[in-house]
Nanobody
Framework: LLQASGGGVVRTGESLKLSCAASGITREDFSIGWFRQAPGDDREGIASLKSIDGTTVVSGSVNGRFTISRDTAGKTVFLQMSDLRPEDTAVYYC???????????????????WGRGTLVTVSS
């Protein structure tokens, strides 16, 4: 259903673009979220995009360094990460939710199907 890709090893200050390819989604109204989880930490919501109107939300924890977007077909969602820091090191996941509330689009509990994560490592 979801396939995240694009992770790798980068140095501090560099950029990376992750992709989330969605397939088999027949409903028009859904949200795609990007999350990350570092060892020992809880899963953290980073960004979300609502399919029906393109509304995006990005966590303040990434301070405007990350942006979420989609392709014209709306089936691939991207997470552009800039000015990466060692604290951004984590496994990044994308997920789809069909009843994600506008008030809390970055809460993992609202997302129903998860792709396999992709590891991002930022070296200092």
């Amino acid at each position: 259903l979801l396939q995240a890709s694009g992770g790798g090893v980068v140095r501090t200050g560099e950029s990376l673009k992750l992709s989330c390819a969605a397939s088999g989604i027949t409903r028009e109204d859904f949200s795609i979220g990007w999350f990350r989880q570092a060892p020992g930490d809880d899963r953290e919501g980073i960004a979300s995009l609502k399919s029906i109107d393109g509304t995006t939300v990005v966590s303040g924890s990434v301070n405007g360094r990350f942006t979420i977007s989609r392709d014209t077909a709306g089936k691939t969602v991207f997470l552009q990460m800039s000015d990466l820091r060692p604290e951004d090191t984590a496994v990044y996941y994308c997920a789809v939710g069909f009843q994600v509330p506008s008030a809390s689009p970055l809460q993992p509990l609202w997302y129903e199907a998860w792709g396999r994560g992709t590891l991002v490592t930022v070296s200092s």
